[in-house]
């Protein structure tokens, strides 16, 4: 039974298109987290979100919006994607203490 | 800002030649340093978390410890299917954020 699961594993579209990643999680954890990683395998957090606030990394472009429609759920929505936006995203999870759970990535290609 | 730095970036080992993995870390109020192994196409997987100098954990071949200023990932008696890529990060007190090095691939062959 997966823990966090995130959809699609790969995506391949063009530029200018707009796209969707879908998390969910089943370990009842309050935050839930976007990373993206990078050709040099470089995690970066973009966003961490919980019931209560939502924090974004000042350096994310506003063409990102994290979107939860409840505490299982973040979802990752991406506007006017471009070429640098290619990359691995992930989806993580933890309690209030410490301990993330990771998906396994989905791996976006902009064309 | 925190700042996390792994080194070295790869490391081949010999089945059975222990080595460390050193990650070097600079946080304001250090409220946990973790590492994961990750492995080719797949998330993070959770180790260790360490919260204090002089603390140290064990896991089958891995073992890891921590000082004020950085953290070892030992391995001992490494065997192939410890290769993967070694990630560490820390979370200061404030935020449940994790900042990240930029890991350590470490390929053991026999």
């Known amino acids: 039974d997966t823990a966090v699961s995130q959809t699609p594993k790969y995506l391949v579209t063009q530029m200018g298109n707009d796209k969707s990643i879908k998390c969910e999680q089943n370990l009842g954890h309050d935050t839930m987290y976007w990373y993206k990683q990078d050709s040099k395998k470089f995690l970066k957090i973009m966003f961490s979100?919980?019931?209560?606030?939502?924090?974004i990394n000042e350096t994310v472009p506003n063409r990102f919006s994290p979107k939860s429609p409840d505490k299982a759920h973040l979802n990752l929505h991406i506007n006017s994607l471009e070429l640098g936006d290619s990359a691995v995203y992930f989806c993580a999870s933890s309690p209030a203490g410490d301990g993330y759970t990771f998906g396994s990535g989905t791996r976006l290609t902009v064309v | 800002e925190d700042q996390v730095t792994q080194s070295p970036e790869a490391l081949r080992l010999q089945e059975g030649e222990s080595s460390s993995l050193n990650c070097s870390y600079t946080v304001s109020g250090l409220r946990g340093l973790f590492w994961y192994r990750q492995d080719p196409g797949k998330g993070p997987e959770f180790l260790f978390t360490?919260?204090?100098a002089g603390e140290e954990k064990e896991k089958e071949r891995l073992k890891a410890t921590l000082t004020k200023k950085e953290s070892f990932l030992h391995i001992t008696a490494p065997k192939p299917e410890d290769s993967a890529t070694y990630l560490c990060?820390?979370?200061?007190?404030?935020?449940?954020?994790?900042?990240f090095g930029g890991g350590t691939r470490l390929m053991v062959k026999p």
């Open positions: 979100y919980n019931n209560k606030e939502l924090i």
């Open positions: 360490l919260y204090s």
């Open positions: 990060a820390v979370r200061r007190n404030a935020g449940n954020m994790l900042t």
